[in-house]
């Protein structure tokens, strides 16, 4: 993961993935019910908290053809900005969103998050889920810097990071296929703080199956 050929190798995996649900989850889209539902969940429980008090605009980051803008995003803000690298899912997602959520995304945004510059006092909120895997630990403090900048104060944004993670034992774990890191909780913290920002709340991810990695959503601000 330190090579940065990784992320030419990652570009040439993800260009070569079918532009479905399935394919957002290598296969897996059964757990896209429960993900959105749990997603929800602990957003809504937040709000009542006081966070993400307006609705004006949020950021889908590595959004794919907008499995997560569609079914919980677009539910929750006027607008949404699609980031993702790969131009064969952006061209998919018209048709996958249809013609009402369509009308909610302000913009597409074809970048890799690593070279993501957003303007500050942009977003109410960033939804960050299954791509920071994609990205180098230095690239994705920086990153989450930038985004922390782009959160309006007056809404009292939240930065939502979702992710697979490994347990301690096992340390951070490369994957040669799509060269991706799947990391531990702890250097998930470390990261974080890395980045200067402070965890308000992280919750595991429930009813998924037991085979697959331990999934955590992590707020911060
Ligand atoms: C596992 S899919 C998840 C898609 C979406 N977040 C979801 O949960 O349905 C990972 C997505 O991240 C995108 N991606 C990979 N590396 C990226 C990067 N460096 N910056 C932005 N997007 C990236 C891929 O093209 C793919 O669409």
Same mark, same amino acid.
């Given at each position: 993961m330190d090579d940065p050929e990784c992320y030419d190798k990652a570009s040439k995996y993800w260009a070569e993935i079918p532009a479905t649900v399935d394919g957002m989850l290598g296969g897996l889209s059964k757990v896209s019910t429960s993900d959105i539902n749990f997603s929800s969940r602990c957003f809504e429980q937040l709000r009542s908290k006081g966070f993400i008090t307006q609705s004006q605009l949020v950021v889908d980051v590595g959004a794919g053809i907008g499995r997560i803008s569609k079914h919980f995003l677009s539910k929750h803000f006027d607008q949404v900005d699609l980031l993702e690298a790969d131009e064969h899912f952006l061209a998919a997602a018209p048709n996958y969103l249809g013609p009402t959520v369509l009308k909610q995304i302000r913009k597409t945004i074809p970048l890799r998050l690593? /070279?993501?510059?957003?303007?500050?006092? &942009? #977003?109410?909120?960033?939804?960050?889920?299954w791509v920071s895997?994609?990205?180098?630990?230095? /690239?994705?403090?920086?990153? =989450?810097? !930038?985004? @922390?900048?782009?959160?309006?104060?007056?809404?009292?944004?939240?930065?939502?990071? @979702?992710?697979?993670?490994?347990?301690?034992?096992?340390? /951070?774990?490369?994957?040669?296929?799509?060269?991706?890191? &799947?990391? &531990? !909780?702890?250097?998930?913290?470390?990261?974080?703080?890395?980045?200067? =920002?402070?965890?308000? !709340?992280?919750?595991?991810? /429930? !009813?998924?199956? &037991?085979?697959? #990695?331990?999934?955590r959503l992590f707020a911060l601000q």
């Open positions: 690593q /070279d993501f510059h957003p303007e500050p006092e &942009t #977003y109410d909120c960033v939804w960050i889920q895997s994609h990205l180098r630990d230095e /690239d994705f403090v920086e990153a =989450l810097r !930038r985004l @922390k900048a782009s959160l309006r104060a007056a809404s009292n944004g939240l930065i939502f990071v @979702k992710e697979n993670l490994t347990q301690p034992h096992q340390g /951070d774990e490369f994957d040669s296929l799509d060269a991706s890191v &799947t990391r &531990t !909780r702890e250097r998930f913290l470390e990261l974080f703080e890395q980045a200067e =920002l402070t965890l308000i !709340r992280e919750s595991k991810q /429930d !009813r998924f199956p &037991t085979e697959l #990695y331990e999934v």
